[in-house]
């Protein structure tokens, strides 16, 4: 079938309508490359005025655009082997991709949609995120036995240094707020505490090593806006069997972390699961501008799970740690905070909302096309 055919726009209007605070709707942008249909797009993020979304295609190793108001293809710029991640400077021109296969990143000039600098890092680099100024990048490098983050000079696109982290299997890195701290999710393979790692983004260095108890399949991390804490998904562990053996059997709960960034702080893992309602696989994850609403690509289950940021806090806040390692279990808790579920495309490996947060963008990794969700946004 030639899918240039079918990259026209959305196909239909709305596929659902939920009540929430106001109608919510999915629809599709339908095929996310242009030449072939081997695409699997694993990362979308948008520009920095919402105009324009860059998806990451795995399989078909290349950035397409789409043009966020006519919700069409508007380009692609071939990379190198597996991209996995893209992070766009705060003035908007300038794209990095990491390529996982060729342990490089790609230099894409967004006007002319060209790659202008290929910079080599290390093994495996899975993500990439760029600090509030836009001067430095940060590359997750998580190959075997890998330990790094590697650190980007974006005015000279060079390499221009690296951290060594306290473990293996950097999965991915957010950037507070302010732009004074990193938060680095550590998914070392065979580890049943897997780990949060703090970094003041000034001088480089480690802050703090927070373990997380009975935790794996660690996906991504993303900072509150106030910059009191960090969401991570995790699959965990559901019993005291070693985690290699677990991660085997698939013997999981689906749950969110909530980490306290302050030392010392509190560390909660939030269920998604219900007793006959699992939020199997939570991948991508992404925070709306005032801390209300979270939105987690459920790449098992083919939806986007929203939930309500204020009542997750007040869980945190509210209990001890000893309670909090207690709740992780609650299959009941979900409900207190759940606020949809909604389906989409197959396989959503990452989300990202439009600047003003009137919508959510799902890259559906196993239908090869982007939903788009109107938000619960008041």
């Not at 897997?194 to 001088?203: G, H, K, Q």
């Amino acid at each position: 079938m030639n899918r240039s055919r079918l990259l026209v726009g959305i196909l239909g209007a709305a596929i659902l309508s939920l009540i929430l605070a106001q109608t919510t709707y999915a629809g599709f942008v339908q095929g996310t490359r242009v030449k072939t249909e081997c695409t699997s797009p694993f990362h979308i993020s948008t520009s920095p005025d919402g105009n324009t979304l860059f998806v990451v295609n795995q399989s078909g190793h290349s950035v397409t655009f789409i043009d966020a108001k006519s919700q069409k293809v508007v380009g692609e710029v071939a990379v190198e082997v597996q991209p996995e991640y893209a992070a766009c400077t705060p003035d908007g021109k300038t794209l990095y991709v990491a390529n996982a296969e060729s342990d490089s990143v790609s230099v894409v000039d967004i006007a002319s949609k060209a790659v202008t600098k290929t910079i080599k890092v290390g093994d495996w680099p899975c993500s990439i995120k760029l600090t509030t100024d836009g001067k430095k990048a940060y590359v997750c490098c998580s190959g075997s036995l890998w330990d790094k983050i590697d650190i980007i000079d974006t005015a000279r696109n060079e390499k221009v240094g690296e951290i060594t982290l306290p473990d293996y299997g950097p999965r991915d890195i957010a950037i507070s707020p302010d732009g004074k701290q990193g938060a680095v999710i550590l998914d070392t393979t065979g580890e049943i505490n897997r780990s949060i790692v703090f970094i003041d983004t000034a001088t480089n260095k480690i802050t703090e090593h927070k373990r997380v108890r009975h935790s794996s399949n660690l996906r991504a991390v993303v900072y509150s806006p106030d910059g009191r804490y960090v969401l991570v998904t995790e699959e965990k562990a559901k019993n005291w069997l070693p985690v290699c053996i677990a991660e085997n059997g698939e013997v999981f709960t689906n749950n969110i972390i909530v980490a306290e960034t302050k030392p010392g702080g509190k560390i909660a893992q939030l269920p998604l699961d219900e007793l006959n309602n699992y939020d199997g696989n939570p991948y991508g994850l992404v925070i709306d501008k005032n801390g209300k609403y979270v939105y987690i690509g459920v790449r098992g289950m083919h939806r986007v799970t929203i939930l309500d940021f204020d009542k997750m806090r007040q869980i945190v806040e509210g209990n001890s740690q000893e309670q909090l390692d207690l709740l992780a279990d609650d299959l009941s808790l979900v409900n207190s905070y759940l606020v949809k579920r909604v389906p989409v495309g197959l396989g959503p490996s990452s989300v990202a909302l439009s600047p003003d947060g009137k919508f959510c963008y799902a890259a559906n990794y196993f239908s090869n096309n982007v939903s788009i969700v109107r938000t619960p946004a008041d």
